[in-house]
């Protein structure tokens, strides 16, 4: 089955189910969004937040960083109290949040959960810009708690929100484009999908926000085609998220190489999207998918690589 085969089957998918339309991106806060991760034993996590724009005036940002799980609920360390931080950084400046490994998995060999990052200004100067921590740049590191030594980085891509009278790309729209990745034995390549759906504030309704946005995800090899388990199931999914909610999908390099192969390619594909609405409806309530592909040492179950694709659509500046 081709690229373009397998994208319309999906958008047929996508297409049948109808839903409303979700309001535009408020202008501040500004909360630049991670994907889902994997944590597992001997693993800590850290995430830091530089206020990168040295030309602003030297009024704080205030930053809060919050750990959530796959379903968007908050993650809770062992004494019962959310997994979270705040602080003022000034610009060059970068706060930080480490989160023992402990802390996340509890009794569990590995979890998956995604950061969520909020900036505010408060310069309180009327000459300011309208937003100056647009320019905060998060980074999340995944280190070897024995070595300290960081063995999974991720630097989400910057995604510019629609303005006012601006309008998200036309539905379906795919979140990202992937590359291909090389599989060898032991290996899986894990597809994340994450909702990070806004929450009500001045722009957004509760109301504005569909109930589920239905998405495809897929495994192509390097020529298009689409790849199939050793039970001989095509790995694909077509599936309904909701909002704050996660899926995903796994290609297992054991499952693919056959016939004595020493590797496999694999792309990681992705559609989401809604049936158009009324025409004075926004075209695209699913914006905001964030999709990540992990590489997971089967041995230690630890996440080695973390891809995470710019937006392949962004809106148009008028």
């Known amino acids: 089955m081709k690229t373009a085969s397998l994208v319309t089957g999906l958008a047929l998918c996508v297409a049948a ?11 501040d806060p500004i909360r630049p969004t991670f994907g889902l991760v994997g944590l597992s034993r001997g693993q800590s996590a850290r995430v830091h937040v530089l206020w990168g724009d040295p030309h602003l005036p030297p009024n704080p ?9 796959a379903t968007g609920a908050p993650l809770l360390d062992p004494r019962g109290a959310a997994i979270a931080g705040d602080g003022s950084v000034r610009p060059g400046e970068a706060f ?4 023992p490994g402990a802390d996340l998995l509890g009794t569990r060999g590995r979890r998956a959960f995604r950061a969520l990052v909020t900036g505010v200004s408060a310069s ?25 030594r960081t063995e999974a980085f991720y630097a989400p891509a910057a995604e510019q929100a629609p303005s006012p009278g601006q309008q998200i790309p036309p539905d379906p729209v795919r979140p990202a484009t992937f590359g291909v990745m090389t599989l060898v034995q032991g290996q899986t390549a894990r597809l994340n999908l994450a909702w990070d759906a806004l929450p009500p504030g001045p722009t957004v309704t509760a109301a504005d926000t569909p109930a ?5 995800l897929a495994f192509l090899d390097d020529k298009a085609q689409l790849l199939y388990d050793r039970n001989r199931q095509p790995l ?35 559609i989401a999207g809604v ?5 004075d409806v926004p075209p695209n309530p699913c914006y905001g998918i964030v999709p990540t592909l992990e590489l997971i040492d089967g041995r230690t179950a630890r996440t080695t690589h973390v891809y995470a694709p710019a937006p392949r659509f962004l809106p148009a500046v008028q």
């Open 124 to 148: 309180g100067d009327p000459h300011a810009p309208p937003n100056p921590c647009k320019s905060l740049v998060p980074t999340l590191e995944l280190y070897e708690d024995e070595s300290l």
């Open 236 to 270: 694909i999914a077509v599936r309904d998220l909701r909002p704050g909610g996660a899926t995903a999908i796994d290609a297992v390099a054991d499952d693919l190489l056959v016939n004595g192969a020493h590797q496999a390619f694999v792309r990681a594909a992705v």
């Open 61 to 69: 940002c205030h930053v809060s960083v919050a750990l959530v799980d």
């Open 212 to 216: 589920t946005c239905r998405v495809g």
């Open 96 to 99: 930080r949040l480490d989160v």
């Open 17 to 27: 189910l109808p839903l409303a339309a979700q309001g535009t991106t408020p202008p």
């Open 275 to 279: 049936q158009p609405g009324p025409p």
